[in-house]
């Protein structure tokens, strides 16, 4: 099977860095993505790993060490926008682009 | 349209009814697939559809049926609702060619059954 660990709930302050962890257990790897949900609304796709290393787009990164099983997502200069519900992701074996998704980590940005 | 739509927006329904919830996206993707989320769980997959004509199985199917006529639509049924079945349900898409794995998420509907 597949799973994902990651904290529960993060706090941090406005303009600050934050960085959430992930680690995975998973038969056949095939990428780790991040998602960003407001409020319970709609996710939405941050990142895509497929191999190790840092990715890059703005404010967000997102790192990949598959020796490890381990990725995080790194937030810098928080925004009290940026407080939301943040999961990672596995792709699935067996075909096509089915995601396995961690609990969430819920990110509180205080002033 | 633009995106993925689903509706209702919400519903309550009383056990035993049978309710289907709809999804229509307009960008032409190959693969949708249905999520449940529940507190505490993150997003769970119930059902998916690589391409129109065919569906799968996912981690928690029982109770829950699909079917995927043309590319556009995804509507989920369930037979006979019972209380577990209170939750809020996610359709979403992708295009099963691109390499960088984006699913994009309808607003969801939030089922309650009593």
């Known amino acids: 099977g597949q799973s994902l660990e990651q904290p529960s709930e993060v706090t941090a302050v406005e303009g600050a860095i934050v960085q959430i962890n992930c680690t995975y257990q998973?038969?056949?790897?095939?990428?780790l993505s991040w998602y960003q949900q407001h409020d319970g609304g709609a996710p939405t796709f941050l990142s895509y790993?497929?191999?190790?290393g840092l990715e890059e787009t703005g404010r967000f990164s997102s790192f990949l060490s598959r020796s490890d099983s381990y990725g995080y997502l790194l937030l810098q200069e928080l925004q009290m926008k940026d407080s939301a519900s943040y999961f990672c992701?596995?792709?699935?074996?067996?075909?096509?682009?089915?995601?396995?998704f961690g609990t969430g980590t819920q990110l509180k940005v205080e002033l | 349209i633009a995106g993925i739509t689903q509706a209702p927006t919400s519903q309550i329904l009383a056990a035993g009814r049978r309710m289907t919830l709809r999804c229509t996206q307009d960008?032409?993707?190959?693969?949708m697939y249905w999520y449940r989320q529940d507190l505490g769980l993150g997003l769970r997959l119930i059902h998916y559809?690589?391409?129109?004509?065919?569906?799968g199985k996912g981690e928690v199917p029982d109770g829950y049926s699909v079917s995927r006529a043309n590319t556009d639509d995804f509507p989920l049924t369930l037979a006979s609702a019972v209380p577990s079945q209170t939750s809020v349900y996610f359709c979403?898409?992708?295009?099963?060619?691109?390499?960088?794995?984006?699913?994009?998420f309808g607003p969801g509907t939030r089922l309650t059954v009593l």
């Open positions: 790993n497929a191999l190790d």
């Open positions: 992701a596995v792709r699935k074996p067996g075909g096509g682009n089915k995601l396995t």
């Open positions: 998973t038969s056949g790897f095939y990428g």
């Open positions: 960008m032409r993707h190959n693969a």
């Open positions: 559809s690589n391409t129109a004509g065919t569906t």
């Open positions: 979403a898409s992708s295009d099963e060619g691109a390499s960088y794995n984006e699913q994009f």
